[in-house]
Structures are given as structure tokens and as C-alpha cells.
């Protein structure tokens, strides 16, 4: 069965420092998405991308942060200059259609020191 | 706003009985709801989903009722597991999922 891959599982990075986060989303699904959990707290939407744009994103997805969908297979989320708050559980999800199922992947667990 | 959420935060049931999750959402133009839950430390994972041309939907051990009169749809699993334990979330199949604070069912062996 088809599944949402994530790399890396962990990552540390020092503040300051940029992270990119990678998604592999399942290879039909157009719509793809962005959700971070911050230890002990409900998932949040970040951000999700169609047609190569940004169709929708959160107060949290500021200046900071960005999408890219750099080939035919990967999605990934920069973080330019992280914070200490940025640590958290970072998902990424794909869905088929605009209002369908979204499909998460494990997860990246970062960590800023 | 729109708005949808469990009822209870916790629902602690015996290894072997029956659980009924309950959801409540505001707007009645919804049409499409999703079952979603979260084991200790992954991702949230897709359950089952019901449009609302339907009241009832049925899958492995899993049913979902929607009532659209009162705006309500209940998770009911059968011969509930250790391995049911997890955090449940409905929502209301939006682009951006909301994912509010769930109710953690925990199974009592």
C-alpha cells in the first residue's frame, strides 16, 4: 500500500541554522500539506500546495518558513533561520483531491538547541 | 466559524467492549467527515471516512453514524483492542485539518 515517506526521523540543528524537511507524498495525490505538533499539544496545519503554489496556510507558516515542490516526487519545508519554538513534530501529508483523505507520513521530529 | 469537537477528552473502556466515540460540528453544509487517530508518537492515521448522503458507514471492526438532523456523528468500535488505544479526532474534511484536542481512549486490559 502506497504510503507518505519522511526524512530524516530526527534532526538537531543549532538555532539560527536553516533545516530542510523532506516529504515523499504518494505518487497520484495532488494536494500536499504541512502539520507540526509540538510536544504535548494538538497537530497544527501549516501550509498546503497545489499546481505548484501555496493554496492555503496558517498564521503559524510566516516569513520564515517555505514549500517547495523541487521535482516530481518530493515536497519539502524550509525553515530559514529556526527558533527555538520551532521545535516539534513536523508532518507532511498528500491527498488525491482538494477534500479527500489526507494520507500522513511519520513524521520528523526536530529539535532546536 | 465553523467548528467541530469530541465530546469527551478521555473515554477509558474494558480490552473487549464495544466504544462509541462522539463528534459534534456546526455547519450544516458539511458534507464530507473524517475519522482520524493518533497513537502515541506517529502521525495521524485515516480511519474511515461518511458523505452525507449516507447515515451509516461500516469497516474492519469500525462504524460511523452521522446524524444530520442534530449534527452529530459517533466512531463506534467493536471488541475494542490494546492497540485501539490512541488519541481520536474528527473533523469535517477541509483543506486544512484542525485537529482539536481529540478524545483519548484508553483500553483497559
Known amino acids: 500500500e502506497p504510503e507518505v515517506t519522511q526524512t530524516p526521523s530526527h534532526q538537531v540543528t543549532q538555532m539560527g541554522q536553516e533545516v530542510i524537511l523532506r516529504c515523499v507524498p504518494i505518487?497520484?495525490?495532488?494536494?500536499f500539506y504541512w502539520y507540526r505538533q509540538i510536544l504535548g499539544q494538538k497537530v497544527e496545519f501549516l501550509v498546503s500546495?497545489?499546481?505548484?503554489?501555496?493554496?492555503?496556510k496558517s498564521e503559524i507558516f510566516d516569513d520564515q518558513f517555505s514549500v517547495e515542490r523541487p521535482d516530481g516526487s518530493n515536497f519539502t519545508l524550509k525553515i530559514r533561520s529556526t527558533k527555538l519554538e520551532d521545535s516539534a513534530m513536523y508532518f507532511c501529508?498528500?491527498?488525491?483531491?482538494?477534500?479527500?483523505?489526507?494520507?500522513f507520513g511519520p513524521g520528523t521530529r526536530l529539535l532546536v538547541l | 466559524g465553523e467548528s467541530v469537537g469530541l465530546h469527551l477528552p478521555t473515554l477509558s473502556v474494558q480490552e473487549g467492549d464495544n466504544s462509541i466515540i462522539n463528534c459534534a460540528y456546526s455547519?450544516?453544509?458539511?458534507?464530507?467527515f473524517i475519522w482520524y487517530k493518533q497513537e502515541s508518537g506517529k502521525g495521524p492515521q485515516f480511519i474511515i471516512d461518511?458523505?452525507?448522503?449516507?447515515d451509516k458507514r461500516q469497516g474492519q471492526r469500525v462504524t460511523v453514524l452521522l446524524n444530520k438532523t442534530v449534527k452529530h456523528l459517533s466512531l463506534q468500535i467493536a471488541a475494542t483492542q490494546p492497540g485501539d488505544s490512541a488519541v481520536y479526532f474528527c473533523?469535517?474534511?477541509?483543506?486544512?485539518?484542525?485537529f482539536g484536542s481529540g478524545t483519548r481512549l484508553q483500553v483497559q486490559p
Open positions: 501529508a498528500s491527498s488525491r483531491g482538494a477534500r479527500e483523505t489526507q494520507y
Open positions: 505518487s497520484n495525490h495532488l494536494y
Open positions: 500546495f497545489y499546481n505548484n503554489e501555496i493554496s492555503e
Open positions: 455547519n450544516s453544509a458539511s458534507d464530507y
Open positions: 461518511i458523505r452525507s448522503n449516507m
Open positions: 473533523d469535517t474534511g477541509r483543506r486544512a485539518l484542525t
